[in-house]
């Protein structure tokens, strides 16, 4: 490889590195990730591809690299070692988060943090590194850092394109951030059109990487009772039951709410009749979503008698995929998270389990608004 080539994979490499970021805090800023949601763009697998490319290029160049620092500034060296390590630490923890399901919950935790941070630590480098190549600016390090000898010209000659870069990469935050604030101002617009009107959104959220997927055929609910005798309920029991409409305010945690969302299924009372019939009122339910990760409790008497119901209708119609197509679970009176999608599993048990929230953060077992 010679040093033109070593140049262009110099070039390659920011500009993949820098749809790295950008993908990867669009992830990461909540409100992103639910417009790019909206929008039905699958950003995690674009962070992907595009990650491939960027392990492609670092295994391409790696050993090259390291030939070309051998005898160069430290600067280089550092420059060089900087990006081996960051390489190791993304890739590594990035495959423990897609693999997420299979890997324990405090090791899929912790490659959560290593990714964030070392992403955070290669930001202020980039901005420094990027502003001396884009403007030709020869950052004032000293001496002994960089090297007495001048940059070499195929570096300090490296403008090729930069504008256009530049310019696109601009062009992409303010059609971004345009996006977004137009997706944010229209629910608050149409206010005072209708009182009654649905306002605001759902955030979609989800702590795996994937929806389930299920054809109302084949969806099941299993139904497990005190005795862990095990019944599977189809779409077609669901419909037997009475099946109820009721208006509600839907509230996040995190502190977004959607009003005045029409939710339709059945009570959880009417389902759960036959298993409880004859159980004192200490018992609990645990409801596992499908997704083999997200699951809540709840005391037994929170599901008969507050009303709780098994949705699958939201403002008329079935629920989308990302919302917990075909069944989701939902409380009136308690917060989102107690709401989970994709239900597939209930278990009435002697003692309370902790949620998923509760093992993996502090939400309240409860969760009362
Ligand atoms: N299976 C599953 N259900 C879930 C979650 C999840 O991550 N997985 N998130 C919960 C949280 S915190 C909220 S606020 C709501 C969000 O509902 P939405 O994704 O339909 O907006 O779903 C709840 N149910
Ligand atoms: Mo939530």
Same mark, same amino acid.
């Given at each position: 490889?010679?040093?033109? +080539? ?18 990867? !805090? ?20 674009? #962070? ?10 670092? %295994? ?13 500034? /430290? ?18 923890? @990035? ?5 997420? #399901? ?23 480098? !980039? ?43 601009? %062009? ?47 969806? *099941? ?6 005795? +862990? ?10 419909? *037997? ?9 839907? #509230? ?12 339709? @299924? ?7 009749? /036959?298993?409880?019939?004859? #159980? ?42 990302? +919302? ?16 989970? *999608? ?22 309240? %077992?409860?969760?009362?608004?």
């Amino acid at each position: 490889m010679n040093r033109k +080539q070593l140049a262009w994979i110099h070039h390659i490499h920011a500009t993949v590195l820098i749809l790295l970021l950008l993908t990867g !805090i669009s992830l990461y800023v909540s409100f992103f990730r639910t417009l790019f949601n909206e929008w039905k763009i699958p950003l995690v697998a674009i #962070h992907i591809v595009i990650a491939i490319f960027y392990i492609g290029i670092m %295994l391409i160049s790696i050993y090259q690299a390291f030939l070309y620092g051998k005898k160069r500034a /430290p600067i280089k060296k550092f420059n060089i070692w900087l990006f081996v390590l960051l390489f190791s630490l993304w890739l590594s923890s @990035g495959i423990l988060m897609y693999f997420q #399901h299979l890997v324990p919950v405090w090791v899929r935790n912790n490659s959560v943090i290593i990714h964030d941070w070392s992403t955070w630590i290669v930001i202020p480098w !980039i901005l420094i590194h990027g502003y001396g190549h884009l403007f030709n600016v020869r950052i004032p390090w000293p001496n002994w850092w960089r090297g007495r000898k001048q940059v070499p010209d195929w570096i300090s000659e490296n403008k090729l394109g930069r504008r256009d870069i530049t310019k696109s990469l601009l %062009l992409f935050l303010v059609f971004l951030f345009l996006g977004g604030w137009i997706r944010w101002i229209s629910p608050i617009l149409s206010i005072p059109e209708n009182e009654e009107k649905r306002r605001g959104y759902f955030r979609i959220y989800n702590v795996t990487n994937d929806y389930p997927r299920y054809e109302e055929e084949d969806w *099941k609910v299993a139904i497990e009772d005190l005795n +862990q005798v095990r019944e599977e309920l189809t779409m077609k029991d669901m419909r *037997k039951l009475p099946w109820y409409s009721i208006v509600d305010d839907f #509230h996040c945690v995190t502190g977004w709410s959607v009003r005045g969302v029409e939710l339709r @299924g059945i009570y959880l009372k009417n389902l759960l009749e /036959p298993y409880y019939a004859n #159980h004192p009122n200490d018992i609990y339910v645990t409801v596992y979503s499908g997704d083999e990760l997200y699951y809540d409790s709840f005391t037994i008497s929170q599901l008969l008698d507050e009303e709780a119901m098994l949705i699958f209708e939201l403002d008329g119609l079935p629920l989308k995929r990302s +919302q917990g197509f075909p069944c989701r679970l939902y409380h009136p009176n308690m917060y989102g998270y107690k709401s989970v *999608k994709w239900v597939t599993r209930i278990q009435l048990t002697a003692g309370r389990e902790q949620g998923y929230w509760q093992t993996n953060g502090d939400y309240d %077992l409860d969760g009362y608004l």
